[in-house]
Structures are given as C-alpha cells and as structure tokens.
C-alpha cells in the first residue's frame, strides 16, 4: 500500500471547481488565485443587472478559455503519466467563482431566474453548453437541438422565442405624451424593468453526428433516381418511421448540398482527410446561416442595439471556441457575403421557406419551396464562389 504523498505524487490531481468565497462575494469569474486581494472585480457590472452584451460575450470567451485549460492541462497529466515522462505537473485547481447571484441569497434563498445568456447548442454529450462556456446555474438558458437547427413552427424555435420575449432587453420606448400636454412638448422615456438576457450564442461544433447523417444521406441519395419534390414527400409521408428526424436531416441536406457544391474537390474526394475537412466546413456554415435565422428572430421581436447574436464554433478535438463574432473575433465574412447577397430582402422569406420540412411547390401561391430557395442560395454562392469558399477555408 502506497502512502498518500507517493500516491499524490504519482498522480497529480487537477480541478476544475465552483468555489464561493465567502470574503469576496462578487468575485470576479476566472481569476486564478482566490486569495489575491488584486484580482479584478468586473462585479460591478455582474448579472445582479442587465450587462453590456459585449460582456457577457467575453465572460463566455473567458470561461470557454478555462475550461481549454483545464482539459490541456489534465491531458497533458494523462499523457506524461502514460509515457512515464519526467517532469510530471503539480497539482492544479482551475476555478469558477460564483456569486450571490448564483446561489441565491434573498428572500426565498431560492435563485431568481435572471440569466443574461442565451444559446442555441447542439445534443452532442461532448458540448454542454454550459460548462464548456464556464457558466453556473442562472447564467444562461440552453435550447439544444441536434445540429442547432430550429424548424419551424417546432417546440424549440417555441422555446426560444418564449425566451427572447420575456427576458430579452429591449431599447428604450418614446412615450405618447400624456393627455392635457400639446404635441410639441417633448416625449417622456418610458422607465421599464430591465430585463437581465442581452447576448445569444448560437454554437455549432465539429464532428457532429447531425451533419454526418445528412451528409450520408446525400451520398446515398445520390445513388438513387432522383425524386421530385411530390414524389419525396409522399415517400416520406408513406414509409418513413421517424418523420421528425427526417425533417432534421432534410433541412441540414441544405446546408450539405450547398458546401459541397461550394467545393467540388473535396466533395469528389474519398479520403477520409477530405471527407472531415468538408464537414469542418459543413459545421460552419450550418452554423453561420443558423446565426442568420436567429438574428432575424431577434430582429422581428424588436431587439435593438442592446441585445447582441453571437455565434462560434466549438472544436471536439481542443475544446476551443473558434471562428466567431465574440468580442475581438472577427470571422464575419461569409455573413456579409449572405447579407450582400440577402440585400433589401426578408431575410424571414428566406428562412420561413428553408424551415419548412417538406414544402410543396406551389408557384401560384407564391410559396418557394425549399429547392428554389437552394437554388438561389447555390447561385448567389457560385456569383460570389471566391469570397463564400475562401471564407470557409479558415479554421
Ligand atoms: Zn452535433
């Protein structure tokens, strides 16, 4: 039997821990060392409020680079100790700081919902939103979805809209004046409550299963006879035993169509290199047009300025958040690209028609299925084929 100290020595323990100081109760998030009376306190600003979405969007950039840490960190332990290396690392503690607006204090002593994130995340076990994002309770409503897709008219496009109705800050209203004042006095601001949620994340992640199911079914689909349109959906309607899940894949097929046409190479390619680099992309994108949709939402809602849509990509492989518009990330030129492209239309048309699972053209009706907008969606692309795949180069 080993004494402790050997037993420690031989494996060092690294931790990732929620901690409450209690002598610093509005700690700041990330800070390393508790005891240090110099570590910065952005509580001033901490979600007892609503804080500037640019804030929240670093705490979330913050907290992701954290929880990379403390993932490399524990690798880099595994490793050594696997290969028996010199210079194994000491222990190490890695630490999220709550504050009392995370354990609740008042009152009740029960928390008070007032979270001022949001995101739209994939079901992948490997990304709980959460905690790769270094977030405790309170902080952040999660809507998960495989692929971070929302269909439309579904449970989880409800959700989120229930989210960004009721807790979403919005600008300012100019008050009518009241009665008995002449129209030329100024209009008074309405004082409403501040409501706490000003940034959304919508986050994809590489090696999803999603992508890869609607990528396989574009291979296999491409060894069948083409259906029509009439003709998909009534086989679909008639033989298929998951017709939601289909729905799921048929929207994400768009998105694998698109990227493989935007890339012809690695879409003719069998090596399996090719094969993840076009998924790679396939994520991005797929997340970059969720973005879009989101961004609409809000919009439509009447957000304003305070309120921000972020979007990222999370790496499997580092647990890194990349290719992002989070605070000094600047990975936007496929999105003003789609802009450019979207110019004065509705971006909703667009989105409202890419959502519905199985449309049926119906020209006289003025409805686009969801093959004319692909079509337009592929040609716009193909116009401006440099800057769509030159973008999706970039990790
Ligand atoms: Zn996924």
């Known amino acids: 039997m080993s004494k402790p100290g050997e037993a420690k020595k031989s494996a060092p323990l690294v931790d990732l821990c929620m901690t409450f100081d209690a002598g610093h109760q509005e700690p700041a998030r990330f800070a390393f060392d508790p005891k240090d009376p110099q570590r910065p306190d952005p509580s001033q600003k901490m979600p007892t409020k609503p804080i500037d979405p640019d804030e929240v969007g670093k705490l979330i950039l913050e907290g992701n680079s954290l929880y990379a840490s403390f993932i490399g960190y524990a690798k880099e332990v595994a490793e050594k100790l696997e290969k028996k290396s010199e210079g194994v690392p000491e222990d190490r503690t890695f630490h999220v700081f709550l504050n009392k607006h995370q354990i609740g204090t008042h009152d009740s002593h029960a928390i008070h919902q007032e979270p ?4 739209l995340s994939c079901i992948d076990a490997r990304v709980p939103p959460e905690l790769i994002t270094g977030q405790a309770a309170n902080d952040m409503f999660a809507v998960r979805t495989a692929g971070n897709i929302l269909l439309e008219r579904g449970e989880a496009r409800g959700s989120l809209e229930f989210i960004l109705n009721k807790y979403a800050r919005r600008p300012p209203k100019e008050q009518k004046p009241p009665k008995g004042k002449g129209e030329g006095e100024p209009a008074e601001e309405t004082v409403e ?3 706490p949620l000003t940034a959304i994340l919508v986050l994809g992640h590489t090696k999803c299963g999603a992508i890869d199911a609607a990528y396989d079914a574009v291979i296999e689909e491409g060894k069948d006879p083409v259906l029509s349109r009439e003709q998909e959906l009534a086989k679909l309607l008639r033989e298929s035993p ?5 729905a799921i894949v048929a929207r994400l097929k768009i998105v ?4 493989m046409k935007l890339n012809p190479d690695l879409a003719a390619s069998k090596e399996k290199a090719d094969i993840d680099e076009l998924k790679r992309r396939i994520c991005h994108f797929n997340t970059e047009l969720n973005y879009l949709d989101i961004r609409h939402m809000a919009e439509k809602i009447g957000l304003g300025a305070g309120f921000k849509v972020f979007f990222g990509s999370y790496h499997v492989e580092d647990c890194v958040i990349r290719r992002s518009n989070l605070p000094g990330k600047d990975d936007t030129a496929m999105i003003e690209a789609l802009d450019k492209y979207l110019g004065e239309r509705s971006l909703g048309s667009i989105f409202e028609s890419l959502n519905q699972p199985w449309s049926v053209p119906d020209t006289k009706a003025g409805v686009k299925s969801k093959d004319f907008i ?3 969606l592929l040609d716009a692309m193909n116009r ?5 795949s030159k973008d999706l180069v970039k990790p």
């Open 374 to 376: 692909f079509g337009e």
């Open 384 to 388: 401006d084929a440099e800057a769509f």
């Open 116 to 119: 001022y994130a949001a995101v």
């Open 193 to 195: 409550e501040e409501k």
């Open 256 to 259: 694998v169509r698109v990227v």
């Open 242 to 246: 998951n017709p939601s899940l289909d």
